[in-house]
């Protein structure tokens, strides 16, 4: 069964680093999207980072452009996600999905079929 596990939250000090890592297994398809969502309490559920396997093309919200950096490991099934110079505004439980098929990663077309338990981060001093 298909099977997304996120890893490397925590807390961290404004201004630090957090690398996440999304684990993925159980595949059946050749081609994917993989984004990374987060959610603060009493927020909605935004779009930070999108790759896609097709042609690694990148896309990131402008909250998060030029802080974070989304890559993958296909030889490991792990996307990453690097997030420097994090603020308390960062903070979140932050969720991987896939959207599985032959397309283009554009972070407000990415529709996810699968979803992680998700990972905390947390931003403070």
């Known amino acids: 069964q298909v099977q997304l596990v996120e890893s490397g939250g925590g807390l961290v000090q404004p201004g630090g680093s957090l690398r996440l890592s999304c684990k993925q297994s159980?595949?059946?398809?050749?081609?994917?999207?993989i984004g990374w969502f987060r959610q603060a309490p009493g927020k909605e559920r935004e779009g930070v980072s999108c790759?896609?396997?097709?042609?690694?093309?990148?896309d990131y919200a402008e909250s998060v452009k030029g802080r974070f950096t989304i890559s993958r490991d296909n030889a490991e099934g792990t996307v990453y996600l690097q997030m420097d110079s994090l603020t308390p505004e960062d903070t979140a439980v932050y969720y991987c999905?896939?959207?599985?098929?032959?397309?283009?990663?554009?972070?407000?077309?990415?529709?996810?079929?699968?979803w992680g338990q998700g990972t905390q981060v947390t931003v403070s001093s």
């Open positions: 790759i896609s396997s097709s042609d690694d093309k990148t």
């Open positions: 999905a896939a959207d599985p098929g032959f397309k283009r990663c554009v972070l407000s077309n990415v529709r996810p079929d699968y």
């Open positions: 159980g595949f059946t398809w050749l081609y994917n999207v």
